[in-house]
T-cell receptor, first 114, second 114 residues
Framework: NAGVTQTPKFQVLKTGQSMTLQCAQD?????MYWYRQDPGMGLRLIYY???????DKGEVPNGYNVSRLNKREFSLRLESAAPSQTSVYFC?????????????FGPGTRLLVL | GENVEQHPSTLSVQEGDSAVIKCTYS??????FPWYKQELGKRPQLIID?????GEKKDQRIAVTLNKTAKHFSLHITETQPEDSAVYFC?????????????FGAGTRLAVHP
């Protein structure tokens, strides 16, 4: 039981390049989330998926797109990376879309945009 | 918008001392308050949570108190140990855009010195 996994662990991009961050969970959770973590700002929600087939914007969705590929996988795409997107990205999952359900986080992807 | 303020941003204590981290929130409808611990280079992990119908909750050396009138809640760690060194995040629920989401504080870096 691996929990929540993310790939890659680290990525360097040039401004304007695109990439997709992958996330998968093996806990049969319905809900999945993408956060970004910046120094001094805690965790901010980018997008979430309440269940397979649905996605919704969080606090900071601009510049990102997501795909809930199936119940296990939730990917985050940067179409044209900008230096402001340099951050650590965490995927999380929970049984239901309710903050009172514990969110389990992946190990994170550290992204540097030059 | 909804906001969670967390203080202090850094905290240094001697092993065996107590540590207290305080958070205030702005949404009076918030009803769930989790605390996450993030060790260096690791993912955030839930350590304790409290719901609005409870004033205090304890789990071994960790306790959380909630004052709904004043809209603040606190994490108390007693008999601190070096392995308690980490960044701690508080969070509170906020209902926005049809979704009851978590708003995170900016984090407190706790250092426990032997």
């Amino acid at each position: 039981n691996a929990g929540v996994t993310q790939t890659p662990k680290f990525q360097v991009l040039k401004t304007g390049q695109s990439m997709t961050l992958q996330c998968a969970q093996d806990m049969n959770h319905n809900s999945m989330y993408w956060y970004r973590q910046d120094p001094g700002m805690g965790l901010r929600l980018i997008y979430y998926s309440a269940s397979e087939g649905t996605t919704d914007k969080g606090e900071v969705p601009n510049g990102y797109n997501v795909s809930r590929l199936n119940k296990r996988e939730f990917s985050l795409r940067l179409e044209s990376a900008a230096p402001s997107q340099t951050s650590v990205y965490f995927c999380a999952s929970s049984t239901e879309t309710s903050p009172q359900e514990t969110q389990y986080f992946g190990p994170g992807t550290r992204l540097l945009v030059l | 918008g909804e906001n969670v303020e967390q203080h202090p941003s850094t905290l240094s204590v001697q092993e065996g001392d107590s540590a207290v981290i305080k958070c205030t929130y702005s949404d009076s409808a918030s009803n769930y308050f989790p605390w996450y611990k993030q060790e260096l280079g690791k993912r955030p992990q839930l350590i304790i949570d409290i719901r609005s119908n409870v004033g205090e909750k304890k789990d071994q050396r960790i306790a959380v108190t909630l004052n709904k009138t004043a809209k603040h809640f606190s994490l108390h760690i007693t008999e601190t140990q070096p392995e308690d060194s980490a960044v701690y995040f508080c969070a509170a629920t906020a209902f926005s855009g049809g979704y009851n989401k978590l708003i995170f504080g900016a984090g407190t870096r706790l250092a426990v010195h032997p």
